[in-house]
């Protein structure tokens, strides 16, 4: 089992950047898939972007194509997302997520474990 904890959560201007990280503990991490979703207020959680355990397949949300990368270092057990050109539409509760494969881990449904989550806020 994997425990998650993000961090790198705040407050920035639009087309201003952070990077999220994801601490994960657990002796499955290394064969996880990872991911990162986003929930805003009176919305459904949304899958954001994803990537296998050797970063070999990554996905990404169409909203966030270019602007969002994520990777991942297996020896540290971390995960992270660069958000650059961030907009007000961005703004949520960021989640890590961890799942067995590649479909399950761009739903919502089907992930094994989440994160407590970290606020990203972006003002116009």
């Known amino acids: 089992q994997v425990q998650l904890a993000e961090s790198g959560g705040g407050l920035v201007q639009a087309g201003g950047s952070l990077r999220l990280t994801c601490a994960a503990s657990?002796?499955?991490?290394?064969?996880?898939?990872m991911g990162w979703f986003r929930q805003a207020p009176g919305k459904e959680r949304q899958f954001v972007a994803a990537?296998?355990?050797?970063?070999?397949?990554?996905d990404y949300a169409d909203s966030v194509k270019g602007r969002f990368t994520i990777s991942r270092d297996n020896a540290k057990n971390t995960v992270y997302l660069q958000m650059n050109g961030l907009k007000p539409e961005d703004t949520a509760v960021y989640y890590c997520?961890?799942?067995?494969?590649?479909?399950?881990?761009?739903?919502?449904?089907?992930?094994?474990?989440w994160g407590q989550g970290t606020q990203v806020t972006v003002s116009s």
């Open positions: 997520a961890a799942a067995s494969d590649r479909k399950s881990i761009q739903l919502s449904t089907s992930v094994d474990t």
């Open positions: 657990g002796r499955t991490f290394s064969r996880s898939y």
């Open positions: 990537s296998s355990w050797g970063g070999f397949s990554i």
